[in-house]
């Protein structure tokens, strides 16, 4: 398969100003017939007019209402061409398509008896053949036809227009929407669903109707989005000043969906993880990420929707603007610095799990990737979860009136537009005066930053010297990187642990944090009037997606976790000091006969964060939390999986220990009577209670099974109990098996909790591969519900790694066959589990020999997928 370029890019030749939509909604053979007109783009020199198609049966073009002949069109490979130059042109479309076929999700398809359309970012033109790319942008008009019975409700994007009955016992529903948009924005939904709705009053006075659609049944589970959603449009109103800009705003759920949601103009559609919560199934992790998704797919109306994207390298323009609104806005709805500071402790933590990986792999790309061969495979943490960092740094460097500013002059330049990263960079450059040219380098170099940092203080002239130096590994495609623009948040303490007031030469305010801009490759910035020498607090609640390299002595990381005013560096502290004895634990782990031990400071130290009730209980429990197995891998230079879950495994055992009387004290204290909240002070201590049942259950003794086989049986809520059900998953307690089967026997009916079963059982420490085969015949299991197939083979092949790697290599081979016939099923699904083996050559050359046959059985697969064959072949050049 072809790879596509960036600078490549050429206008389309014709825009397309209308698109008029008719359907016959049959599961095995559904009628579209679609009418476009177009007008010449007059820009353009290409004499073809090109639309592209996939997976369709063709029934009939016409041009200006004349039928073509096979002879005044070329079809090859999904792409149509038709040789013309006329200014203005009518094209009517029909195809067929088999919904009930299409288990890839993309397109219209069937998932339990109704219709759902997923369209981002190619899946349109499995339904006609179009112009389907982001810049050409049109007003739609959809009528959906169908059975009465089978298909009560008829939704597409916009406004209801008109509904009646066809009277052969079909009906039909015509929908408007007013804003023009680029084809991976058009959804339908068609079957049988019901609605919680709400009407609002928009900060003009508008009124909007606001509806949460699910199945039958699932009506006790929409309050949290409905609140959310509410809560969603009045923060934008707040923050941005941007208003719903429809008369209706439709959320609706569906159990087989590729990603969490889809933003569609005023029709979004959501995976059902994404929507449906009730204390009983939802956990307080879920009613957060519930109201961050709903918050997320919100936001897109305006950063995405109103102004979307050029092509799809720009994808980040959208998401990483949209990420950051809604860590914003989850972070505005907690409330509290502290509360702010633990949102933010989590957005980094999955940034350092899940991106810094990727940034160091063979699928590195940088925030605007310069090529790619399968656009899906580029939905990746790096466009998100990096592009929210990057949105981040212009607020950190314009402040948050200045960045406010930018998004002003965004909106006020390019509404309606298809624009790029660089338009989005110039309105905030523009906006504040200031030149971001430099930062540019943000969205052409991939790679995470290390930035080292060194410090000299002077007595006699009471200075204080932090020198920091720039670099970048070399990533695939780009060898020699540029420095960056980097926004380095600092404070000094002083002995009391206090911050110090800032004197930063050559700048008169006088500050307890500064932003020191870092734009050389290295730079030293000299504070004054530093009366003694200080302990830096570096990279201030992560100023920057980088590493940063200091070297505290345990002593200093000691003393900021105890003292320092940013939170997020309190937590960074003991982070580091937690990783050094990780490593080190690691290190003699791998040695033969080695008895590994552990000395108390650290033990001491999170004694006094755990038992420190000025902080909040959700910061402590997140403090207590050590590295993943994951982070710790990569500061490896040759990972052994092993040897690493060993190390953790001990030094929580031994933390557990040394704590236990306090991790009990933190267990009765933090207690959430009464009825259920997920709101974030009794989600916060429910989650240092949970972290204490979790310590304690490292010492898998009697005790411990009871304490979790009490909280098990008297659990209330779904946050309770499955956190003692993990617990008691993870020990020999000889309640362990009648536990797990109760729990399935109390939620099989809901596939959300069953998805949470299936998962903690992947992820327990003694689930090998042959256990996780014999789930798979568990008559609840399918390959083909993308949500299953991630609960069990995702969470195992990435969330379990001492069993996935090993060293028969046993866990290689499943994944290969898991991948080879999910590919069959939903290549999108499967290109992402085959990026389970990214990081293969960072292992011991045993297991790397294994992993390498491994991608080579799947690369070898007859008929694969062009999105699985970009992914291991990446992976193995
Ligand atoms: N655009 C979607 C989202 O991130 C993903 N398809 O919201
Ligand atoms: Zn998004």
């Known amino acids: 398969p072809p790879t596509i370029y960036r600078k490549d890019y050429t206008p389309p030749s014709y825009w397309v100003r209308t698109v008029e939509m008719g359907f016959d909604l049959e599961p095995s053979a559904t009628r579209v017939a679609t009418r476009m007109t177009l007008e010449r783009n007059q820009t353009s020199n290409d004499k073809v007019l090109t639309l592209y198609g996939e997976e369709l049966q063709l029934v009939q073009i016409r041009l200006n209402g004349k039928v073509l002949g096979t002879k005044a069109y070329q079809l090859k490979d999904g792409v149509l061409r038709i040789p013309t130059t006329a200014e203005q042109i009518t094209l009517d479309i029909e195809t067929l398509l088999q919904p009930d076929r299409n288990t890839s999700l ?59 009955d066809l009277g052969d016992g079909r009906h039909y529903a015509l929908w408007e929407d007013p804003f023009k948009k680029p084809s991976y924005l058009f959804a339908l939904v068609a079957g049988q669903l019901v609605c919680q709705e709400e009407t609002i009053k928009l900060k003009s006075g508008r009124e909007a109707l606001l509806q949460v659609w699910v199945e039958e049944g699932n009506l006790d589970k929409t309050q949290h989005a409905m609140d959310s959603l509410i809560n969603s449009i009045r923060w934008d109103e707040e923050r941005f000043g941007l208003e719903l800009d429809l008369d209706r705003f439709m959320i609706v759920a569906v159990g087989d969906f590729n990603m969490g949601a889809m933003e569609n103009k005023g029709l979004n559609i959501f995976n059902t993880k994404f929507v449906l919560a009730n204390p009983r199934i939802a956990t307080d992790v879920d009613y957060g990420n519930i109201e961050a998704v709903v918050g997320h797919e ?45 949102k933010r402790i989590d957005d980094v933590r999955v940034l350092r799990q899940a991106q810094f990986p990727e940034d160091a792999g063979p699928m590195a790309h940088p925030v ?33 009136d200045g960045f406010r500013k930018g998004m002003d002059l965004y909106f006020e330049r390019h509404d309606g537009q298809a624009v790029e990263c660089d338009d989005f960079r110039a309105a905030m450059s523009d906006a504040n005066g200031r030149d971001l040219t430099q930062f540019e380098r943000w969205y052409s170099q991939a790679g995470t930053p290390r930035v080292v940092a060194t410090t000299v203080y002077d007595a006699v002239h009471k200075t204080y010297a932090i020198t920091l130096k720039q670099s970048c590994p070399a990533t695939p495609g780009q060898k020699n990187k540029l420095p960056f623009h980097i926004p380095v948040a600092v404070g000094l303490l002083d002995s009391n642990g206090n911050d110090m007031q800032l004197h930063l030469r050559g700048f008169p305010q ?25 302990v830096p607090s ?87 939390n050590l590295p993943s197995e994951t982070v710790i891998a990569e500061q490896m230079d040759v990972i052994n999986p092993q040897a690493i879950h060993q190390a953790r495994r001990f030094l929580r055992q031994s933390l557990a220990q040394a704590l236990r009387a306090d991790f009990i004290e933190a267990y009765k204290a933090n207690q959430t009577p009464g009825d259920y909240s997920p709101d974030a002070a009794s989600a916060g201590k429910r989650a240092l209670k949970n972290l204490a049942l979790s310590y304690i259950s490292e010492l898998d003794d009697a005790a411990a099974h009871v304490m979790a086989q009490t909280q098990c049986d008297g659990a209330d809520n779904m946050t309770d109990r499955v956190a003692a059900l993990g617990a008691l ?139 699985t064959k970009e992914v291991v072949g990446k992976s193995l050049a």
């Open 106 to 164: 993309m397109g219209l398809y069937v998932s339990n008896g109704n219709f759902f359309t997923q369209c981002e970012a190619e899946g349109f033109r499995k339904i006609t053949y179009f112009p389907d790319r982001p810049d050409v942008m049109a007003t739609y008009k959809v009528m959906l036809r169908g059975d009465k019975k089978k298909y009560p409700v008829l939704l597409s994007n916009g406004n209801l227009i008109e509904q009646g």
């Open 298 to 342: 919100y936001f897109h109306n305006w950063t995405g929707n109103r102004v979307t994207c050029r092509d799809w390298f720009q994808l980040s323009l959208k998401e990483g603007l949209t990420v950051f609104r809604d860590q914003e806005f989850s972070a505005d709805m907690i409330g509290t610095d502290s509360g702010r500071a633990v």
């Open 368 to 400: 605007r990737p310069d090529s790619f061969v399968e656009i899906s495979n580029f939905y990746t943490v790096t466009i998100y979860e990096k592009g929210a960092e990057v949105v981040r740094m212009y607020q950190t460097l314009l402040g948050r």
């Open 510 to 534: 006088v500050q307890s944090t500064v932003v020191l801009e870092l734009m050389e490759e290295q730079q030293t910035f000299v504070f004054e009037d530093v009366s003694e020498e200080p």
């Open 538 to 624: 570096l990279l201030r609640d992560f100023s920057a997606p980088v590493n940063l390299e200091y070297d505290y002595s345990d002593a200093d990381l000691a003393f900021l976790m105890a003292h320092d005013s940013d939170a997020f560096n309190r937590w960074e502290a003991g982070q580091r000091l937690a990783a050094r004895r990780l490593l080190a634990l690691t290190a003699t782990a791998q040695q033969s006969g080695a008895v590994l031990t552990t000395d108390p400071a650290l033990s001491e130290s999170l004694r006094l964060t755990l038992n420190d009730a000025a902080l909040d209980p959700a910061f402590r429990e997140i403090a207590l």
């Open 729 to 867: 998953a993870n020990s020999t307690a000889p309640g362990k098996e009648a536990a797990l089967a109760q729990f399935y026997q109390d939620f099989e009916a809901e596939p959300l909790v069953v998805d949470k079963w299936f998962s903690l059982q992947a992820m327990a420490r003694t689930t090998d591969v042959a256990a996780v085969r014999k789930l798979m015949q568990h008559p609840a299991f399918s390959l083909k519900n993308p949500n299953r197939a991630r609960s069990l083979i995702f969470s195992f092949c990435n969330g379990n790694p001492s069993q996935f790697h090993a060293s028969d290599g046993s866990g290689y081979a499943f994944w290969a066959e898991q991948v080879i016939a999910l590919d069959a099923i939903n290549p999108q699904v499967a290109a992402r589990l085959a990026r389970s083996l990214d990081r293969w050559r960072k292992y011991a050359p045993s297991l790397q020999s294994k992993m390498q046959a491994a991608l080579k059985r799947v690369a070898q697969t007859a008929k694969l997928s062009k999105d």
